[in-house]
Each structure stands twice: as C-alpha cells, then as structure tokens.
DNA sequence: TTGTATGCGTTATCAA
DNA sequence: TTGATAACGCATACAA
C-alpha cells in the first residue's frame, strides 16, 4: 500500500501497527503495554516488548499528544534570555518542570510588547499545557486579551496583572528588600539617596518604591525630590541616569540600582567619572551577580533566589496543571540584604 | 453527537469541521484558504475568513504536525543555560530561528552526559526538525548512538564529534585567540604562564592547547611545565586551580582563565590571597562579561561574539532542515583579543 | 476552483 | 484480558 500523499521520512520510522502485526497481536494491546495498563498479562507485555525492541520502535509524541489532548509542554515567555536574572530562573523552572515529564519550550519577547501577545498566540496554537511569562508591559491591552484566552494554566512572574484573575503569580519581597537596603543606607547617614530602576507600571518598580517611601516616612524624613529615575532595566538607562544624578550640583551620596543590568550602567558611569564606590558614592544594587561579588570594592545587594522562584513558578504552574480547580495562588519569596563594601557610613 | 472518550477541554475549541459548516463549504477549502493554497477564488476565502473570525477559530498545530510530519520546533540541548555563554548562544539562536517560523524547545544536562542521551531521546520523540547541542561529553558512546538515530539535521555547538560526520558545527577560533593572548604575555615579558581550561577532550580545550604551544614553540621558549591545568569549567576549579598554583614556591607570573566562570574562581584566589591583578599578576580570562569589563583592573579577554555564534548555529540547521542533501559544514567565528588592564610588563 | 475521502500514529471505548 | 474500531484535527490526492 503506498502512500497517497507527499509525506514520510527516511522509512525507517516504527509504528505500533508495525509493532503490532510482529508480536501477532491487537495495536490496541501495544498501546496499553507501552502505557503501563493495569490488565495485561505477563505474556502479553513480553510479546510487545520483545517486538518493540526488535523493531527498535519509537513512540510518536505528537501522535499521542493530539490524541490525549496534552502536549506536556509549558511555554516560558521572557524579555531576554541571556539576562542571568532569566536564565538562572527558566533553569529553575526548566529542572522542577523536567522532574514532572514537562518540556519547556522558549521563547524572547525582547522587551516588546507586541510580542508578549503574538508569542502567546502561538503558543496557544501549540497547545502548551501552561505557561509561564514576564510581562514586557503588564497592561498591554492585546497580550491581556491573548492570555485570557488560553485555557492553560498561567504564571506571572513578577508581575501584577489584576485582568488575569486566573493567574498563579511568583514574584520577590521587594519592598522588604529596599526598605532594609534603604534603611541600612540612612543608619549610615545618608539622606540623599537616589533610585534608579524599571518601568514605572510594573510590580517590581511599585514594591521598591513603596519600600522606600517607607523607610523615609517611618523616620520622619522628607525624602528629596527629583532623586528618582523610573524608565527601564537596561545598562544604558542605569548609566545615563547615574550620569545624570552625578553632574548636579548637589549630588546624591549613595544610589539604589534595581537590577544587574542597571548596575553594569551606574558603574560605567561612575568609572568613567573617576568615582569609587564604597568610597566617594555609597552603591547598593539588586540581583546577586559574579560582577557585584568581585568588584572592588564589592557592592551590596538586594538578594533572592531566582532559581528557586523558577522552581516555585513550576510548582505553581503544575499544580493548577494537575487540579483545573485549584485556585490561583501568588508566592513571594524572601529578599536578603548582602552587605558589602560599596556602602558606608557618610563622613561629612 | 457525543464524545465517545474521556477527552476535550472546555468545549470552546473550534476546529475546521465547525467552520466549514458555518461557512457552508467543504472542510478542504478552509485548509486551502488557510494555507494560502494558489487555487482558490476570492468569494471562497472571504466565507471561510468570515467563519473563522465570527468563530474566533484558532489552528490546532499538534493535528497539523502529525499530518505534515514536521513540527517546527527545535530542540536545544545545552548544560547550564544560566551561564551567560549559553544564554547569549541560546538568544542568537532563538531568535534567528523564530524569523524562520521554528520555535525552540530548550533542556538542560546539567553536565551530565546520561542526561544528554536521555534529552536526545526525548527530543526525537517528540519529533523536532532540528536539534542544537553542547554535548556534555563528546565522546559518550550512549549519547552518540541517540544522536546517531535522529533524522533531523543536528548542530554542535564548539565540540568535535567524528562518529557523526552528518553534524554541523559551529566553534570560535579557540586556538587563533589564545595564540594571540599568549603572545601578548610573552611580548610583555612573561615565561610561566598558566593555563586554567575545560575538560582535556573537549575541543575547545584541545584548541586553546594547541594555540598556548604554537605561540611558545615560535619562539622556541620551553614552556615551563606542570603550568596547565585542564578539568572542568567551573568556578570551584578555577579557584582551586588557581590557589594550587599561586601557593608554589616559584608561582606563574600571569594567568589564563578559559571561561568566565572560570575567571570568577580564579578571582576569588586571588581576593583571597591579597593579589590584585594587572599589579600582582597578569591575567587573561576568555569570553567577555560585565565581571571583565567592570573589574578593577578590567581583565584582558579573548572575545567571542556568542550571540553571532547562536545566529550562526540556527543558520546551518536551517539550511539542512530546508535541503537534506545539503552537506554538513563547519563554521568558525573569529576571536578577538581584548586588551586591558589586567595584564602588564613584568617587572623583575 | 471546489468537494470527497483518506490517513498521519495514537488512545480510548466498547464488545467479546 | 484482548481485539476491533472510532475518533483527535488537519492536509492532501483525486475526482468532479
């Protein structure tokens, strides 16, 4: 019988008829061998195997993926991969989501928007079973709209999206995390202390924000105006705002930076100025890299666990995977102040 | 008419059938006008496009890859995605293949080389097009025959693999780079220069060998010996490598680092011990990252475009998954050696 | 140019 | 416990 249309590949490629004619028995009862059915007899499993290994068969996945209806496959959407913060968290994922027989599949928005939204689309069109995603914008109307429409679970990470009611989200205590970083920098003296971090609208900049104010109002302190640069988490951003701070005429003593990116930018800047951290400008940064372990001096770090957020953002995901009816569920883990050398005490 | 099985989702999933019958036209049409198939007439295509947006109809593309035999997907089998070499790699790739309409479906071996046979397996299961791969051990036998059994084209990203001549493969000029950086060490005066790289049958180890002793050789200088140290490319190594060396009574006066995370254990020896290099003692590190760049002193670094060398990679499997006769190729990216502070004249 | 019919490789139902 | 058979949703050969 040959075939009728263009298809096929080398041939060599086993089926489970083939499987089934060799060992002399039904395709059916190929199929509940190779899936582990409770009700077939020791011969009947010794006959399949026997065959299979001689026909050295391979199951076709996608076969069987359209027939159960599961892909086991979990998309991951992020703005760019080749940030440690992303890697170290779709790693942490990646692995918890491999434990479950899950394959994940990758994808960079690269910070646009209207990507966001077409990468949903057609992971939806793949049939992923869940999917994970950083937000490039978190109200970007189009990719709120193709999100919804996906019945797979979802998992936010590090953003608020209140039109994503069905979202399981996993993001960090940010706020926390400033507000020890903030309140660390005015034990040392400081008062001028400016913020250099991400877009506005999104959750991370929110939460740092409010940390912040707070460690200012919880003593008292008007906070100076003008000492805040919201935009985004790139290096050139970090360096033209730290650029920026540092021409005034009077100039901030210490600055926050919200992301590894940012602090590549700031310390750019602050190199190409002649200044030294941890000496003519108290520094303080967020995410834990080599370059904030082994500058000189070492900078001190707002700290979290990304891959165990990668992790949590799996678990999160598998649950709601697992039980349709499970509710959503939103997991902040922990920020840790690493002090280091780059911050100190004023001495004016 | 009721599904005879345990299957289906919520029910809103529309599917050919359905806009065929609400377009009043024969299923076949709306596959032709969806496909942008040349016969057909402009009345047909405005029914069928009608139907399938008053539907909101959406492509199944697990039923379309079972029929077509392809599933425009690629896998990528890298050991640690959360080092920076990888993840540029992974973004150059990604993204080149993307424009090509593939997506790409990411595993990590953790170094592990069963983990490598294993995600190999699992990939041809799941019918990728093309598979990318930075085999953990190039010459595991287990790994070799999976790789051996895929049919789809197969890419090597910087190994060397003679048992599969079908591979492509893409690598950087390891042996022109550190030739290079070691002759700029010589030039400035230095004899014990240590090498600190990979695992001895990796080919990028092999070529950086090959470059340390030609540079050497063509001066006829005897290379001290007992000053390399191959074994993995971790920070503990680097560190520990470097500890061991720096605590001989005669020490190395510069340092070659093979990667950058390398480079990190090699600069915690050095915190460690008091030295600063650029002052103390020359280093060289390969690939460059924030850490080198923004270190005090900057380290010199044999540069590598990796995000390029992911480019590149999509490239040749592109090429081969569009002609299976295409040949396999070999491409090697340049080096360039970034000059900076790190190393200096010896002084003695 | 359009419609009819078949099969991609699997899983699940039903009857035996 | 096993076998026969019907989908899963789509793309294509073939007939009209």
Redesign the pocket.
Known sequence: MAR????GGKGS?M???EVAVRAG?????V??V??NHP???E??RAKVLTAVSELSYE??LI??S???GSTMTVGFIVADISNPLFAEFSKGAATELDLAGYTMVLANSEFKKERDAQLARLFRWRRVDGLIISLADQDHPETIAELQRLEAPIVLFDRDAPQLPQASTVTADHAGGIRRATDHLLDLGHRRIAMITGPSPLRPTQERMRGFWEAYKARNIGHPADLVRLGSFDAAFGEAAASEFLQRSSPPTAIISGSNQLLVGVLRALHRMGLRPGRDIALVSCDDVPLAELHHPPITIVHRDTIHMGKVAAELLLERIRDEDAPPRLATVRTELLVRDSTFPITV
Chains 1, 2 share one sequence.
């Open positions: 009728r249309d263009g298809r490629e089926t489970m008829r028995v039904a395709l059916s009862s199929s509940r190779l899936n009700d077939v007899s011969s009947m199951p076709n076969a069987s359209l027939r159960r």
